[in-house]
């Protein structure tokens, strides 16, 4: 199995820019959620989608990020502009949603490793 | 916000068993209890869940009190690459169908010493 497969890995981008982090989930998931890790901060969940829609982005920090599912194998997540406290790793994960709420296990990505100068 | 305590480190011997514990005294009857470790510059990796009664798999036993407020993680014979930060993490319920949201605390930080 593929696993969740996020790209880039690293960016190094200057403030300002636009990002894009990209995720593939693992087919057959039906839930998809993105995280941003940072050494104060630790894990945070940003926003999750569920059968390709938005179901909770509560966790977004503000208007200049963007997450969007257009389909079940793909999710980005978009910073426009970025700042320098956006640099993190950003992780991808995936899962599949049981009737009745429970799911199984979160499948992570290995993470997209984000530097804003 | 979390709704886990765990303790910020701990040490283990390798070989020898660790025994992670995860206090969530303010748990509610259908939520389940899951454990996630994340080995360093890696993403966290799932470990075992449960609802009430103990569970056992290849990597791990998990231990829940019969009042639900708090668990055990067990690592039968803890080796080097058993060093990683682990996660216990009680799941909220949501509406409906859409019952995930995954709240990561700060962890435990395990460190298997030779």
């Known amino acids: 199995d593929a696993g969740v497969i996020q790209s880039p890995r690293h960016e190094v981008t200057e403030m300002g820019q636009e990002v894009t982090l990209r995720c593939k989930p693992i087919?057959?998931?039906?839930?998809l959620f993105w995280y941003r890790q940072t050494m104060m901060r630790g894990l945070e969940l940003l926003i999750y989608?569920?059968?390709?829609?938005?179901?909770?982005d509560s966790g977004m920090p503000e208007d200049r990020f963007s997450a969007k599912m257009p389909n079940a194998s793909f999710s980005t997540l978009k910073i426009q502009p970025s700042e320098p406290r956006d640099s993190a790793v950003y992780f991808c994960?995936?899962?599949?949603?049981?009737?009745?709420?429970?799911?199984?296990?979160?499948?992570f990505g290995e993470g997209s490793r984000l530097t804003v100068l | 916000d979390a709704k886990t305590t765990q303790p910020t480190s701990m040490d283990c011997a390798e070989g020898r068993a660790a025994n992670l514990p995860c206090n969530h005294s303010?748990?509610?009857?259908?939520?389940?209890v899951y454990w996630y470790r994340q080995i360093h510059s890696q993403g966290p990796q799932y470990i075992i869940h449960?609802?009430?009664n103990n569970e056992t798999n290849e990597m791990a036993s998990l231990i829940i009190t019969e009042d639900r407020k708090s668990s055990t993680l067990i690592l039968p014979h803890a080796t080097l690459r058993d060093t990683a930060v682990y996660y216990c993490?009680?799941?909220?319920?949501?509406?409906?169908?859409?019952?995930?949201?995954?709240?990561f605390g700060p962890g435990t930080r395990l460190s298997v010493l030779p």
């Open positions: 994960a995936s899962s599949f949603l049981l009737s009745g709420g429970e799911t199984g296990e979160l499948f």
């Open positions: 303010t748990i509610s009857g259908n939520e389940y």
């Open positions: 993490i009680v799941r909220v319920a949501g509406e409906s169908n859409y019952g995930q949201n995954f709240v």
């Open positions: 989608f569920n059968n390709n829609v938005p179901i909770d």
């Open positions: 449960g609802l009430k």
């Open positions: 087919s057959g998931h039906n839930s």
